[in-house]
């Protein structure tokens, strides 16, 4: 009978330790949720727009997960990474050279929540001033025997920048034979989508690359003056991503917001402004190789 008691006792002692370890486990997913998220991106806008749009996004993740939620606006593309990496970020608004960089640096704490559904078939646009003259052309072959002799100049966005300089360079070097460097008197590094289009339209550069939405979502007067003359093929882009340390909860409410946007007026706003229908699962698999082509030494700055 001693005995019978005895083993019943050790039971609750190893059941209560059990209950008490998953209830710690609990409590930790539990605190584990940050008291404020913070998003940023890339700048690859100017910085009202973004600030008034992703303040949008803000709004919609703190209205579901009932964290508050900021965004906050950085620099340049490497400031966006380090601010993911570095916990100064939760969220990051990420073009493909972004990811890979961030997933670089943070491997398995970094997770791709989701992307739009033209980031699985993004494309890019090189852009002339209109005072060329220039036709659209089939190939950037054409473009760089177009431009022997003349002395023209060339501007992508930022050295970071997947569809504003990484694709346009593949592509032109793959379908010339030559880097922009040898065929352009100028190649020169902007900074941002939107710069590249200003600077192009007003003549300081004759020719540049952009990213199809920052393009499309510029007024009819500027675009007029610096018209499209080549589209390039497709390539996967931009992702929303976060650190895995939200866990896998917060990160599958955030995800939810995003998947859900295109059902209200608010959320259609932002994807009006994102020129996408609507946001879709993604996972960083599809973003492996950007990883592979950074560290085969494509120079995409610091």
Known sequence: MKKSVFLLLVACFIFAGC???EDSAE????DRRPSKLVITAIPDDNAENMREYFGLIAAQIEQVTGIPCEYVHVDNYAASVTALATGRAHLAWFGAVTTAQAYMQMRDGLEVVAARDID??????????????????????ELAQLAQG?????????????????MPRSFFTEQSGKAPEAVFRTVAFS???????QKVANGEFHLG?????PYDRAGEEIRARAPIVYTTPKFTNYSLSARADLGADLIGEIRSV??????????RQIL????????????????????????SGVDIGG
Do not use: C, R
């Open 27 to 30: 409590s930790a997913a539990t």
């Open 209 to 213: 690359a952009l990213g199809q939405p």
């Open 19 to 21: 209950q008490k370890k």
């Open 272 to 295: 009006d402004y994102l020129k996408a229908g609507k946001f879709v699962d993604a996972d960083m698999s599809e973003w492996l190789g950007y990883v592979d082509l950074i560290e």
């Open 120 to 141: 699985k078939e993004f494309i890019a646009y090189f852009i002339a001033n209109a005072d060329l003259n220039l036709e659209p052309i089939d190939n950037l072959a």
């Open 191 to 197: 900074g941002s989508h939107d710069v590249v289009l």
């Open 150 to 166: 003349q002395g023209w100049t060339f501007t992508f966005g930022s050295k970071s920048s997947t569809s504003s300089h990484l």
């Open 258 to 267: 995003l998947l859900n946007l295109h059902e209200t007026p608010e959320g």
